[in-house]
């Protein structure tokens, strides 16, 4: 939590296996040093275990998760260490059958943080993995994360999903309560921006 690497260091020579020991939360030492963004600890604990990536805290988050919701700069730097570390961290789901992406434009990720997940996700070979995630992956209510984006107003998301070639967002997707992202964005987002939503999301 400190950020004393050299002391980390000296304990991991003689207790790797604290790489991995969690608290009463579920967080291992990977999780506390990717929420803070220690990016020297970050390295050293993936040293000791890479296997800390994929392990989930009592909400099902990942260190991944928890560098996702800084959103840029030194999160950034982060997210890809782990990422390539353990490349399967990305497709971890919670019980709420939630994905990265979902968590991240809930848990006001940038559209920085997005764009890197989602360009690794496009960057996988088709097939790659029996769990793959896109971003038009649902939560257990039916979200896609253009719906979470639109229910949120986070207009900055909504136009990166749907200006991206990479991403191909369904526009059209229906949630459990047969609900299109257009239909849930907040009535006064969208009197400022009907114009510009409506020439975006339905222009053929």
């Not at 990536?53 to 260190?63: A, H, K, L, S, Y």
Request: hydrophobic content about 45%; glycine content about 6%.
């Amino acid at each position: 939590m400190c950020g004393h690497v050299s002391f980390v260091k000296e304990v991991l020579i003689f207790k790797p296996e604290l790489a991995l020991k969690a608290d009463s939360q579920g967080l291992t030492p990977l999780h506390l040093a990717s929420a803070r963004l220690h990016l020297r600890l970050v390295k050293v604990l993936l040293e000791a275990n890479a296997d800390a990536c994929i392990v989930q805290d009592q909400d099902g988050r990942t260190p991944l998760h928890l560098a996702v919701m800084k959103g840029q700069g030194k999160a950034i730097k982060t997210m890809k260490m782990l990422i390539q570390e353990r490349p399967e961290a990305i497709h971890i789901r919670n019980e709420r059958n939630e994905t990265i992406l979902h968590f991240c434009v809930k848990n006001n990720g940038t559209v920085q943080a997005l764009r890197l997940l989602v360009e690794y996700l496009a960057g996988e070979k088709p097939g790659n993995r029996d769990y793959s995630i896109s971003a038009n992956s649902k939560d257990a209510d039916g979200n896609t994360i253009l719906h979470l984006a639109a229910k949120a107003g986070n207009m900055k998301i909504v136009k990166f999903l749907v200006d991206s070639e990479i991403v191909r967002v369904d526009i059209n997707a229906l949630n459990n309560n047969g609900l299109k992202a257009l239909d849930i964005i907040p009535q006064t987002k969208k009197n400022g921006i009907r114009n510009w939503v409506f020439l975006l999301l339905w222009t053929p």
